[in-house]
């Protein structure tokens, strides 16, 4: 019989119902953040610009959004201004991974309905610990 301290010693499992959606133009930034994810139980579908983007949360929403700033058709900026306008009660969270370090575009990111904000490059210890501090780790 198991005791009740027990259950803390069992190490907790990644939920694996979870989705991400990766909103990149870099095929290689979006394969290190599917690395990265999927070891957190997430499901990921990528995107190459805001434009396609916004097409798959239509189309499904999904449970985080990773996007880049700086993307050609529709900007990172763009495509949250437009997917914090969608009707509806789902609210993804959102996190913006860029290059744009800048502290006038970080808080032009979180105006625009960004949950949190990573700046490129980044590994594993540091897009979890900016995923738990939302609530998506």
């Not at 991400?20 to 930034?29: E, G, K, W």
């Not at 396609?52 to 985080?64: G, S, V």
């Not at 860029?98 to 897009?127: Q, W």
């Amino acid at each position: 019989m198991r005791r009740a301290s027990d259950a803390s010693a069992v190490p907790e499992r990644p939920r694996t119902d979870r989705t991400c959606l990766i909103v990149d133009d870099s095929r290689v930034i979006r394969k290190v953040a599917r690395t990265i994810l999927e070891v957190l139980g997430y499901k990921i579908n990528e995107a190459e610009n805001g434009e396609e983007a916004l097409a798959k949360c239509k189309a499904a929403m999904p449970d985080l959004i990773l996007v880049d700033w700086n993307m050609p058709v529709m900007s990172g900026l763009e495509f949250v201004t437009a997917l914090r306008s969608l009707p509806g009660e789902c609210r993804p969270k959102v996190v913006f991974c860029t290059t744009n370090s800048d502290t006038d575009d970080i808080r032009k990111g979180i105006e625009a309905g960004a949950d949190e904000y990573v700046i490129k490059p980044f590994d594993h210890r540091s897009l979890k610990a900016k995923l738990q501090r939302i609530g998506a780790a």
